[in-house]
């Protein structure tokens, strides 16, 4: 079992819909960041969260520490919003990245 | 500011051949990581530095090196390319591990 768990792995919606992916983890964290790549491109920091949430434009991360889960949604969804988005944690243990698998969201105009 | 800098973008090798990747960050940050990315398995440690001399191995170390001369540098090498190491390669970096992580635009390598 992987240390960090995304759903869905792939995720397809029309413009202007609510989404929401999920990130589970099983180890001790300092803190969780949400990453978004663009095909072919590179990998840009989106959120680091340690606890709560965090807003930025259309974005919203949450955390809750105790269930060990966090969820990034998207508001009023945009085909330019189209990329993966990888959930990775900090282990508080060896204070190395973990990384999930990804997932691949595609939004249709 | 560049922030992460990776070198080169794509690169072919031939099975056997050496090369070393660059990577090279201007934010004065102590943690730097190599990290190779594979369809469906996310991106995994190969390498991780936690301050200039220091290397310690990650998830995925065989059939590298690296080394972390000062605090900017942070190279990885393949000594012997192998088809198993046909991958994209990203360079990463942090003030310490539990701050915001910064990556390089990735090196995407080919070994035939």
């Known amino acids: 079992k992987n240390e960090v768990e995304q759903s869905p792995q792939n995720l397809t919606a029309q413009e202007g819909e609510f989404i929401t992916i999920n990130c589970s983890y099983s180890v001790g964290i300092s803190a969780l960041h949400w990453l978004q790549q663009h095909p072919g491109g590179g990998i840009v920091s989106l959120f680091m969260?340690?606890?709560g949430k965090k807003k930025h434009g259309r974005l919203i991360a949450t955390i809750n520490i105790q269930e060990k889960h966090s969820s990034l949604h998207i508001t009023a969804s945009h085909p330019r919003d189209s990329a993966v988005y990888i959930c990775a944690v900090t282990s508080y243990n060896t204070d190395k990245l973990i990384f999930g698998t990804g997932t691949r969201l595609q939004v249709f105009p | 500011n560049a922030g992460v800098t990776q070198t080169p973008k794509f690169q072919v090798l031939k099975t056997g051949q050496s090369m070393t990747l660059q990577c090279a960050q201007d934010?004065?940050?102590?943690?730097m990581y190599w990290y190779r990315q594979d369809p469906g398995m996310g991106l995994r440690l190969i390498y991780y530095s936690a301050s200039e001399g220091t290397t310690d191995k990650g998830e995925v170390p065989n059939g590298y090196n690296v080394s972390r001369l000062n605090k900017r540098e942070f190279s990885l090498r393949l000594e012997s390319a192998a088809p198993s190491q046909t991958s994209v390669y990203f360079c990463?970096?942090?003030?310490?591990?539990?701050?915001?992580?910064?990556f390089g635009q990735g090196t995407r390598l080919t070994v035939v």
């Open positions: 934010m004065n940050h102590n943690s």
């Open positions: 990463a970096s942090s003030a310490r591990g539990n701050t915001e992580a910064f």
């Open positions: 969260l340690s606890s």
